[in-house]
């Protein structure tokens, strides 16, 4: 199966809003509400910043949020933050009951 | 504290198997599912395999089914991977990673390179 088809970077200035698309298929994230996004820094492990499409769990900012419309999800990263430069990757439970991965997304704060 | 630790990653011949360990703590290991995922430096994490929390419903990628094998021993709190018949494009860092509700990844470890290679 491919990977969910992410864009390849998004930029913003600080305190910008800024959206990551995340497209899938009717197996996938048209399927489910079981799309989950992570940030990455260099070096690092990814982070769990929203799962179930949006839902933060505890100590993710208010300004990160998700949204699904049949098979694309997106990503919001409102009032952005210097800190907020990363990776990110979302992913879906599947009909196969797999899990699958976006491309990634690498947001860069100007 | 919650935390995975991994290791058993290393250089290995195509064709070779290895076994990676990752050792839970801080939560009750018996009671989560739990996945391997890995990624290659530069590119996306790659789902590899999950297990469910008293070791059934194994289930792999398309990518390394019928060569790796999930398994777990909820008495030493350790999830297991036994990497077979390696290829060159198995080369990545593996990671272990916690399963939280509705298949979100919320706990990952700091993960064990595999190198494979001739």
């Known amino acids: 199966q491919s990977a969910l088809t992410q864009p390849a970077s998004v930029s913003g200035s600080p305190g910008q809003s800024i959206t990551i698309s995340c497209t899938g298929t009717?197996?996938?994230?048209?399927?489910?509400?079981?799309v989950s996004w992570y940030q990455q820094h260099p070096g690092k492990a990814p982070k769990l910043i929203l799962w179930?499409?949006?839902t933060r769990p505890s100590g993710v900012p208010y300004r990160f949020s998700g949204s699904k419309s049949a098979n694309t999800a997106s990503l919001t990263v409102s009032g952005l933050q210097p800190e907020d430069e990363a990776d990110y990757y979302c992913?879906?439970?599947?009909?196969?009951?797999?899990?699958?991965f976006g491309g990634g997304t690498k947001l860069t704060v100007l | 504290e919650v935390q995975l630790v991994e290791s058993g990653g290393g250089l290995i011949r195509p064709g070779g198997s290895l076994i990676l360990s990752c050792e839970a703590s801080?939560?009750?290991?018996?009671?989560?599912?739990m996945h391997w995922v890995r990624q290659v430096p530069g590119r996306g994490p790659e789902w590899v395999a999950y297990?469910?929390?008293?070791?059934?419903?194994?289930t792999y990628a398309d990518s390394v089914q019928g060569r790796f094998t999930i398994s777990r021993d909820n008495v030493r709190n350790t999830l297991y991977l036994h990497l077979t018949a390696l290829r060159v494009e198995d080369t990545a860092l593996f990671y272990c990673?916690?399963?939280?509700?509705?298949?979100?990844?919320?706990?990952w470890g700091q993960g064990t390179a595999v190198t494979v290679s001739s």
């Open positions: 990673v916690r399963a939280a509700r509705n298949w979100g990844m919320d706990v």
């Open positions: 801080g939560f009750t290991f018996s009671t989560y599912w």
């Open positions: 297990i469910k929390g008293d070791g059934s419903g194994p």
């Open positions: 009717s197996s996938d994230i048209g399927a489910y509400n079981f």
């Open positions: 179930e499409v949006n």
């Open positions: 992913t879906s439970y599947t009909t196969s009951n797999t899990v699958i």
